[in-house]
């Protein structure tokens, strides 16, 4: 079973503006962590965020995480055509589950 | 520095024939995991292994299915006999434990077809 999901499953934005996504799930985590995945390619890992942790930042991303309300958000910034991409969170180190992902398209 | 390298990259093959999919995990990494893709399901853990070590395959889907890790560099994924609903992107994934939150690292896939 799916334990991430992701909201909204498209997402189409002019180059330079904002993209925001975000992820519930249902169980207790450890982590949360967010990958993005290019089309034919593998997921590269873009930020991990811990379950005691509120916000953290890795250049243009910016996540933060509400275990209250077992929900986490992915923001980019100043998007570029290279972020164009899906975006997935996952849960649990070991047994990771990947939610359908959010599809973001940056029109030039 | 290699990443997690899988191959082939694609494969086409007819029904009923065996499949063997390929995995070099990254130099060091002593978890391994096997995921299937599809646009219905989307990303499904098959199998994972710590130190070479099956330790859960409860995602892989029948007995069709198979995977080994003889060693610490390599990890193979069998499929025989394999079927149409079989097609899909395959990946392959390492990581460390020996560090505390570290993610795991994905190969580019293989593009299975079965025809």
């Known amino acids: 079973s799916q334990q991430g999901e992701e909201d909204p499953q498209a997402l189409s934005i002019q180059e330079g503006e904002n993209a925001t996504m975000n992820c519930s799930y249902k169980t207790s985590i450890n982590n949360l962590q967010w990958y993005r995945q290019n089309s034919g390619r593998g997921l590269v890992h873009l930020i991990l965020?811990?379950?005691?942790?509120r916000e953290k930042h890795s250049g243009r991303l910016r996540v933060t995480l509400d275990t209250s309300k077992k929900s986490s958000s992915l923001l980019i910034t100043a998007s570029r055509a290279a972020d164009t991409a899906s975006y997935f969170c996952a849960t649990n180190d070991y047994k990771l589950s990947f939610g359908a992902g959010t599809t973001v398209t940056v029109r030039a | 520095d290699a990443g997690v390298i899988q191959s082939p990259r694609h494969e086409v093959t007819e029904m009923g024939q065996e499949v063997t999919l390929r995995c070099k995990p990254i130099s060091g990494h002593d978890y391994l995991f096997w995921y299937r893709q599809t646009m219905m399901r989307g990303l499904e853990l098959l199998i994972y292994f710590n130190n070479n070590v099956p330790i859960d395959d409860s995602g892989m889907p029948e007995d069709r299915f198979s995977a080994k890790m003889p060693n610490a560099s390599f990890s193979t994924l069998k499929i025989q006999p394999s079927e149409p609903r079989d097609s899909a992107v395959y990946f392959c994934?390492?990581?460390?434990?020996?560090?505390?939150?570290?993610?795991?690292?994905f190969g580019d896939g293989t593009r299975l077809s079965i025809l």
């Open positions: 965020i811990r379950s005691n942790e």
């Open positions: 994934a390492s990581k460390t434990a020996s560090v505390l939150d570290q993610p795991q690292h």
